[in-house]
Structure formats: structure tokens, C-alpha cells
């Protein structure tokens, strides 16, 4: 095949050397000439239909609370979209719209030592979600999303609580985003 192919090179007079180096050549502009778009952030939007999203702020609804929670759930819910998307945040009308409220923030035992004591907590955190897509309304939904966490009975809540509510806040706001945006 090799032969082949240098016999008919030659025979547009192509000298010995540059029948070695034309077959990279021709690769490269091959290669260059492709297009692949891939897309590693996971939003599958249609921007030419889908340019704004309205996010409310997610009111708590819980009976056990931690009052920086709210904040910072909806900070990092509407960072997750500005940060991963092109779509424009905006207050009313939006061609996308994510609502809904922190309905539980809870704490139970999750382990037990060999002296028969509790020696890990789990705090678990769930939001309800309504997600209206006004350009497909095919793919609205309402649903709960959890997160948990644990930590030894040796720490106090208060201790660990602003870094797993931080930990949990940003698993929620992923798997919302991935439900919502990301249809893959």
C-alpha cells in the first residue's frame, strides 16, 4: 500500500523527500480540518431558543434551621447557572424558571460505637424544585433533591455545619442543574 502510494505521488513528479513528508502533511490538514465540539461543563441549551432563566430565591420551609442556609443555597443555585451556562439571570418571564423552597434540614444518628453510643451524626439537607421550561413544557418537573453528610459525634454541630451545609448546598445545586439542563 505504502509503494502504491509513492508510485503515484511520483508520478506527479513529487521529489523522493517529499513523498516522506506529504503523507504528515496531508494528515495534519486533515486533522485541523475536522470540527468536534464537545461540551465538558454537561448544559445541552439551545441558545438561538433559550437565552434567559428566572431562579427565586428558595424560602425555608423547615422546622429545624440554620439562618445562613438560605443565602447560601441561592448563591451557589444561581452560580451554578451563571457559571455553567450562557443564559441571562433575569427577575420575571424567563424562558427557563427554577422555584421552590428548603423543605427539611435534619440530623440522626447514623453510627454506633462498640460501647452501644452513637459515634456519627448525619445532617441531611432537601430542597422541592419546580422547574417550568417555557419553550418545551415537556420537560417540567417537580421533585425533591437530598443531600447527607456525617461527622463524628466528637465534633459539635456548630463546629462543622457552615462546611457541610457548603458541601451539600453544592451537590443539591448539581444534581438540579444536571435535572434540569443537563440532558445527557
Not at 19 to 30: D, E, G, I, N, R
Not at 87 to 101: A, H, P, T, Y
Not at 129 to 158: C, G, I, M, P, W
Request: hydrophobic content about 35%; some cysteine.
Amino acid at each position: 500500500m505504502k509503494d502504491i502510494f509513492f508510485s503515484i505521488i511520483r508520478q506527479f513528479g513529487v521529489g523522493k523527500k517529499l513523498c516522506h513528508v506529504l503523507p504528515f502533511y496531508l494528515f495534519t490538514f486533515l486533522l485541523l480540518s475536522c470540527s468536534v465540539s464537545y461540551k465538558f461543563n454537561g448544559a445541552s441549551i439551545d441558545y438561538s431558543k433559550t437565552k434567559t432563566i428566572q431562579i427565586a430565591d428558595f424560602p425555608i420551609r423547615s422546622s429545624f434551621v440554620w439562618g445562613p442556609m438560605g443565602p447560601m443555597f441561592n448563591n451557589r443555585l444561581k452560580d451554578q447557572y451563571a457559571n455553567h451556562t450562557q443564559l441571562e439571570q433575569v427577575k420575571r418571564n424567563g424562558d427557563m424558571k427554577i422555584e421552590g423552597e428548603i423543605v427539611a434540614y435534619e440530623q440522626r444518628n447514623k453510627g454506633v460505637s462498640s460501647e452501644g453510643y452513637s459515634s456519627m451524626t448525619e445532617l441531611s439537607m432537601t430542597v422541592n424544585v419546580r422547574f417550568t421550561n417555557n419553550k418545551n413544557h415537556n420537560e417540567d418537573f417537580e421533585q425533591q433533591f437530598t443531600a447527607q453528610e456525617s461527622y463524628e459525634n466528637t465534633q459539635s454541630l456548630n463546629a462543622v455545619q457552615e462546611s457541610l451545609v457548603d458541601v451539600m448546598c453544592k451537590n443539591i445545586c448539581e444534581q438540579i442543574f444536571n435535572a434540569t439542563v443537563a440532558n445527557w
